[in-house]
């Protein structure tokens, strides 16, 4: 039989390890979809509130963006580029290339953790995007390069649909046609548009809707 001090220490362990078992469980806790289906995109486009446009990575994080959502960039206001991809040659040879400094006062610039970038829904802005795969794609393959791995990445460029009021104009002054198409809003705002199980009830409601348009037209009919 456990005397009272026994019983009170292993009390204290057990409440001491709730904050840590909690912490656990929500790190390998699912992360919620974070997508749009196409029929909702096209209404959220319709009625003013969102725009398209495009999103470019590495097959590999496209895959788990169309899952979870754009993850943020980690690199923008208030940190130094060089430092920060070290490790990553394909965005270092882009950031020798364009000049890229980072920032402390730019608001224009991404913030790291909170934005990502985007390109405009014009054939300019899909090229800027391939752009983006390609260069995702580099740094996947470059990380794999020591693997035995027949299939490489070949990049990706995804549709998304962006909150409007989230928008703003990228830092960039290159005077190019690609760069004038990109664009920075958060993270969270630049949605994968994704058709999903949700589409059952996309085609449900484009049905009712096509259903009522009928009946009111018939109404009209009869009336005259």
């Given at each position: ?22 912490g656990a469980s929500n790190f390998f806790k699912k992360k919620p ?70 920032s402390s006062t730019n608001q224009k610039m991404a913030r790291p ?112």
């Amino acid at each position: 039989m456990k005397t009272y001090k026994q019983f009170n220490q292993e009390l204290n362990e057990r409440v001491n390890l709730r904050p840590i078992i909690k912490g656990a469980s929500n790190f390998f806790k699912k992360k919620p979809p974070r997508s749009i289906d196409p029929f909702f995109a096209n209404k959220a486009v319709e009625r003013g509130t969102m725009v398209r446009g495009f999103h470019g990575q590495s097959a590999k994080n496209i895959a788990q963006y169309k899952k979870t959502g754009v993850t943020p960039t980690v690199s923008g206001i208030r940190s130094d580029p060089m430092q920060r991809y070290k490790n990553n040659p394909a965005t270092l040879d882009w950031i020798k290339r364009t000049g890229y400094k980072g920032s402390s006062t730019n608001q224009k610039m991404a913030r790291p953790g909170i934005d990502a970038y985007f390109a405009t829904a014009t054939k300019e802005g899909k090229r800027q995007a391939g752009l983006y795969a390609k260069r995702g794609a580099r740094y996947q393959n470059e990380k794999l390069k020591n693997i035995l791995n027949p299939r490489k990445d070949k990049g990706e460029v995804m549709d998304v649909v962006v909150k409007k009021n989230s928008i703003r104009k990228s830092w960039k002054n290159l005077k190019t046609a690609g760069t004038e198409t990109e664009r920075i809003a958060k993270a969270q705002d630049i949605i994968p548009v994704v058709p999903g199980p949700s589409s059952r009830i996309a085609k449900y409601r484009l049905m009712q809707l096509k259903k009522t348009k009928h009946q009111n037209l018939s109404k009209k009919n009869n009336i005259a």
